[in-house]
């Protein structure tokens, strides 16, 4: 079955520490988000990229950092530069970025102790 | 750049219906997103809106006013199921979707 694949699903993490989220599709899709939910915040993009080995930052890129080295894979890390990192993290696919439904994975959940 | 707005909380009772409102201000429109989440669970697509007008499924309906930035998610025959968020999202048809910061859906017995 297609679909999109996040792991791990809960992170715990101290301070100061970087973490790696990832996330794979076989959807072949071109275009991959990182979407980071707050309550009350709604869905926030921290990234997006629209073909490999290219990238752009959202609208809350810093703190994080992002590769798209292969079509397939599209890793978030938090480094420990994001001020407030504790938060549900939603990996993203869609065919292009102008078109079809955003498909989901199931979120990651990052808890920093 | 793109402004959803929808409100924060909504109430019903099983049986019923309720319509969830969406008013939208974008730079650019391509079409109106409705999707459905469950605490803890990713956000599932209900519907996609491009053209004015009304479009069902079931027991789910979305309508689209393009010229008042407006748009609804009407809910029919409510069950307890449905109480999740409904997440609103505007497609700029350039490159990332804009969400609203969704409307918690509460179905009481």
């Known amino acids: 079955d297609g679909g999109i694949t996040q792991s791990p699903k809960y992170l715990f993490r101290k301070e100061g520490q970087n973490v790696t989220l990832s996330c794979e599709q076989n959807?072949?899709?071109?275009?991959m988000y990182w979407y980071r939910q707050d309550p009350g915040q709604g869905l926030r993009l921290i990234y997006y990229s629209q073909i490999v080995n290219d990238f752009q930052k959202g609208d809350i890129a810093e703190g994080y950092s992002v590769s798209r080295e292969k079509k397939e894979s599209f890793p978030l890390t938090v480094t420990s530069a994001q001020k407030n990192p504790t938060a549900f993290y939603l990996c993203?696919?869609?065919?292009?970025?102008?078109?079809?439904?955003?498909?989901f994975g199931e979120g990651s959940r990052l808890t920093v102790l | 750049g793109q402004n959803i707005d929808q409100p924060t909380e909504m109430t019903a009772t099983e049986g019923a219906i309720v319509q969830i409102n969406c008013t939208y201000q974008t730079s650019g429109f391509n079409g109106l997103f409705w999707y459905q989440q469950h605490a803890g669970e990713a956000p599932t697509f209900l519907s996609y809106n491009v053209l004015d007008g009304l479009e069902e499924k079931g027991r789910f309906s979305s309508f689209l006013s393009r010229s008042k930035g407006y748009s609804y998610l009407l809910l029919k025959e409510l069950q307890m199921k449905d109480s999740a968020s409904y997440l609103c999202a505007g497609d700029s048809g350039y490159s990332t979707l804009t969400f609203g910061k969704g409307t918690m859906l509460l179905v009481s017995p």
């Open positions: 959807l072949n899709h071109d275009a």
């Open positions: 993203a696919s869609r065919t292009r970025t102008d078109t079809g439904e955003l498909f």
